[in-house]
């Protein structure tokens, strides 16, 4: 499987034989660094993302003594509350290690310490399944790079930085295993490995579910090929099945027991047992003749696609079901959801340059693999990619898989390059010629482009939306707020989870679809004209108002809505009915009590 163009190293024992061992190893040097680096935000418990609030919330109505299978926040539009979709799997670890740490340091540093080294965890899988893919494609001697690699593609670290802790860095673990998977030439266990991998990133979310479906496709388009992949097929078909029955039968909330379209619901539970199900049955029969394997593929793909559509049409357009409001003014806005493209230069272009140098690199390794036993694997790898990049085509969100995904052709690439110019007779090109190859390589370079090229430069308005949505979610910010006694506080959608983390008080709603209703009042709210904020208020409970001036979402309220409540509120016009509250002198926010 693998090709040996590179000399060995000095320690091939460490590099081969040893290769897992050293890996943890490593993993262990690199989580200690992260957590010396970003103490600060341990320490202060900064979760700078919605999600990682709402996780945390999750865990400690949990630990609380929450209903394992009542995922519904309370105190996010109280009393009612609203449902989350995800799951509890990724609070398990988390909770662990709360309950571990709190005999030692106390609740309040085990809930820092939990939520530093919980996204640590999801990194040494994904170091693991990386260096074995990469053993696998290129070369036993090849992970070391692949390492490397890994930690230069910033947007895919981003997710496994100390207080990253929700899903993202579990979905990327699983993403590295199933592409293990395709690379293993073991067909019961490469099989195995995707669907596992399939099933335990389908029941922490949807978010991966188009990996999931090209890995299925490519596992059974290899069967297609080559009936000797049966095995692997069956042994895909079949984790893939039992896999989401008990992710679904441990995990899945009473609220996802329901045909709904945005979780492992029985709505996805009964696509993937079908699916998985049905490849059994095609690799025990096998023909003989490609054409009628092709035959059989087709009509069994038919079978899962007709039957969706026609069992569960309400989930043929978008899986959150949002209402047409919901999607225009919120849904439809979301940044990481537009394609990549859509993004500033000094935004995107480092962050494409891993995929496409990593795609080229797949598509490389893949032609020279023609003719031996490592181009099936290279071929499905090269497919993933191509997938990822598509992907990327379609949402800025995919950036951190498909850098991720980018990273063993990217390896292929050097591993042909970079022991040509170490072997040159020029001292100029073995020292400077591999240090621009490996900077080219990586797409390091275009950190450098981005920093001397006057192009996508941040405006005045964007620095002073990043600095309030630094300053105002901060812990010195909000602490104050607890000097008052509980009660519901109005504020944006975005800053909603934050403040019910680090305060006793509730909010109107965070960016969730599931708790639409309640964002549509908090933009109505501040939209349309102060009775009818008063009257919003009043309605969900309210009794204090909190505003960050300049935070992003309140720039979107005085663009679409000038003269509305808030710009009247942003330009110093204050209603009667609202009271200030005293808040530190050098407070970010401004808080009003309603009457």
Known sequence: MTSNAAPAPAFPGLIDRHWRRTTLVLWVGIALWLMFDRWNTVRWLSLSDTDDNMRLMQVRALIAGQDWFDLRQYRLNPPGGFDMHWTRLVDLPIAALILALKPLVGMAWAERLACGIAPLIPLSV?????????????????????????????????????????????????????????????????????????????????????????????????WVWDRVEAPRVIAYGGTLAVGCSLGYLGFASHANAVARCDALTPVWLSVMVTAGVLLCVLGLLSPASRAARLGLGVVAGGVIVAGFAGIFPQCLGRPEQVSPELQRNWLDNIREAKPVYTHPFNVYFPVIMLPVIGLVGAAVATARAR?????????????????????????????????????????????????????????????????????????????????????????????????????????????????????????????????????????????????????????????????????????????????????????????????????????????????????????????????
């Open 371 to 595: 003719g031996t036993a490592a181009f099936p694997a290279w071929s499905a790898v090269l497919l993933f990619t191509l997938l990822a990049g598509e992907l990327l085509l379609w949402q800025a969100r995919a950036s951190a898989a498909a850098q991720l995904l980018g990273v063993p052709g990217a390896v292929a690439l050097a591993w042909i390059i970079l022991p040509r110019l170490l072997a040159s007779t020029s001292v100029l090109v073995r020292v400077f010629g591999t240090v621009a190859a490996f900077l080219a390589l990586s797409g390091g370079f275009a950190g450098f482009v981005v920093k001397w090229l006057p192009i996508g430069q941040t405006t005045p308005l964007i620095k002073s939306a990043a600095k309030a949505g630094a300053t105002c979610p901060s812990y010195s910010a909000l602490n104050p707020l607890n000097r008052l006694a509980p009660q519901v506080i109005f504020t944006f959608i975005d800053l909603g989870p934050r403040l019910i983390t680090m305060t006793h008080h509730s909010a109107i709603a965070g960016p969730y679809h599931r708790n639409g209703t309640a964002i549509l009042d908090v933009q109505h709210a501040f939209g349309g004209s102060a009775d009818q904020f008063r009257a919003i208020a009043r309605r969900h409970g309210a009794q204090l108002l909190l505003i960050c001036p300049n935070m992003a979402e309140s720039t979107v309220y005085r663009a679409r809505n000038k003269g509305g409540f808030y710009d009247q509120l942003a330009r110093g016009k204050v209603p009667g009915w609202l009271t200030p509250v005293p808040l530190p002198a050098r407070s970010p926010l401004k808080l009003w009590r309603i009457s």
């Open 126 to 222: 994904t170091m693991v399944a990386l260096a074995a893919a990469v053993r696998r494609l290129v070369s036993v001697y090849a992970w070391p790079l692949a390492l490397v690699l890994l930690m230069m593609a910033t947007t895919t670290m981003l997710m496994f930085m100390p207080v990253r802790i929700d899903h993202h860095g579990w979905q990327l673990a699983s993403l590295a295993v199933t592409m293990a998977g395709l690379a293993d030439p073991q067909h019961r266990r490469g099989g195995a490995s995707v669907g596992l991998a399939s099933a335990f990133s389908l029941t922490i979310g949807l978010e991966m579910l188009p990996y999931a479906a090209g890995a299925g496709a490519i596992i059974a388009l290899r």
